[in-house]
């Protein structure tokens, strides 16, 4: 289980205290899919690099089955917005086995488990090739690859697919779906697209605009979930306001 | 059509190279200068023949290569440990800093007499002269490349479990490789430049057995002056092989297929 208590951050520029957390606290169990909504500027990637443990915190503290995160780990495995998170002089197949590599993995073993996580993301066939002859999507599907060969307990992704086409979108989702019904991992899953993060999420927190929690939604629509479903709409609709109206009462709080 | 452009500049550069060769042969066999000062080129090209089949030229070639080799290999070394220190600490960054605005503005040769009295003539002299002539540009190509690396490769390295030494050589050299490459083309051709240089310094100091440099000095002692033009022949292959060669493969096996440049 994920816990966070009361998690500030506080970045400072010159002599100005610029308080991008106010004290965030919720839990994640094991197994849960958790999308984190909010718009652009609210602290949603800091939290997911808290959590990951490449930024520390300013206040709070963030337990891991009970234990603190002191820094980065291979239990924790992010999965970031921009494509050149694979490294370019290693292939595909090199890429997703290079981390099992360096836990102590056999060669055989790891090949094993690379071939199939590439398989799982659809990218068979493209084991040999180098990233920069891939197409974007195709880059997150082995970035997704990657993490997902280590088998980290919390998957920590950040708007992995906000710079695909739609039509890309909508397939990786799915596949992150089918991924996640089969290996059952821990997501957090940051976005700020309100039907990416019904179609996705057990539960959704929506973040205020300067950086505090507005509210966690639980999402008990049927899966697998249709934008035309019934009760879509409604959740969309009440998702949509929540955001907005987030934006606003930041405004007001600013003045 | 790129590919017949290219074939194209290439005949046209074959064209100027063989005129040029030829002028050369025209104005020498014209008797308007003394001959044994300016031999024609064919004269040249026979001596170069004749000092490579019976290996005199190769050996001479071998020793100033294997000296560079070694010099090279020594401060591709130093260069690491030095860059990396220099991004990892602002003390050493200083250090580097201020070694390198000491000692990049000293010629090597200058350092040669130092040098000698140091640790007398022969190979280590040589040597330390191709270290100080090789480590300050590498090094500032190289704390260039390792500030490059993206942050979401140190991150990605941190989280996979990677630590000091082995995020060095599993993520921030391989990341680097492009800065790495071009500081290791500075550091050829100022290795090269030294030990020619010092060579022939060494050669008007003593006898000692020696390469290129030593060679041409004594071709031009003996007035030897077609073998002299021969040695400086070789001098000039061997850049073109280098850097044309292995350079150019070296690049196509890595970062350009890595897509990096
Ligand atoms: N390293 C940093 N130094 C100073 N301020 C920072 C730093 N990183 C982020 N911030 C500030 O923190 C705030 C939140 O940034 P963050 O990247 O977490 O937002 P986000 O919710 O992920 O936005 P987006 O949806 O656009 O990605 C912003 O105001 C940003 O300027
Ligand atoms: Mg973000």
Known sequence: ?255 | MAKRMFANRLLSKLFWLLLLLLLWELISRSGIFEPTLFPPFSKILLVFWQELTDGLLLEKTCYSLQLILKGLFLSLAITVVLSFGAVSSRWVEDLVDVLNSILHPLPGIALLPVAILWFGIGETSILFIILHSVIWPMVVNLKTGFRSVPSIYLELGRSFGLKGIRLLGGVILPSSLPYFISGLKIGWARAWRAVIAAEMVFGAASGTAGGLGWHIYMTRYYFDIAGTFAALLAIVIIGILVEELFFNILEKMTIKKWGMV
Not at chain 1, 27 to 55: A, D, W
Request: glycine share 8%; hydrophobic share 40%; aromatic share 10%.
């Open chain 1, 1 to 255: 289980m994920l816990e966070l208590q009361e998690v500030v951050k506080v970045y400072l520029r010159e002599n100005f205290r610029h308080e991008v957390l106010k004290g965030i606290s919720f839990q994640v169990s094991q197994g849960e899919f958790f999308c984190i909504l909010g718009p652009s500027g609210c602290g949603k990637t800091t939290l997911l690099r808290m959590i990951g443990g490449y930024e520390k915190v300013s206040g709070g503290r963030i337990l891991l089955q009970g234990e603190e995160i002191t820094g980065p780990g291979p239990d924790r495995i992010m999965v970031f917005q921009t494509f050149d998170q694979l490294f370019a002089w290693q292939t595909v197949r090199g890429n997703v086995e290079y981390p099992l590599k360096i836990n102590g993995m056999a060669r055989g073993e790891r090949r094993e488990r690379a071939d199939f996580y590439i398989e799982m993301v659809g990218l068979k066939g493209y084991e040999n090739y180098y990233p920069h002859q891939l197409s974007g999507g195709m880059k997150q599907r082995a970035a997704l690859a990657r993490a997902l060969a280590l088998q980290p307990q919390i998957l920590l992704l950040d708007e992995p697919f906000a710079s695909l086409d739609a039509q890309n979108r909508e397939i990786l989702q799915e596949e992150l779906l089918r991924i996640w019904n089969s290996l059952k991992p821990t997501v957090i899953f940051v976005t700020h697209a309100v039907d990416e993060a019904i179609i996705l999420a057990d539960r959704i927190l929506v973040m205020t605009e300067d950086g505090d929690i507005k509210m966690i939604v639980e999402n008990k629509l049927q899966r697998p979930r249709r934008p035309g479903m019934p009760g879509f709409a409604r959740m969309w609709d009440f998702l949509y306001e929540q955001v907005r109206s987030s934006r606003w009462q930041a405004e007001k709080r600013k003045n």
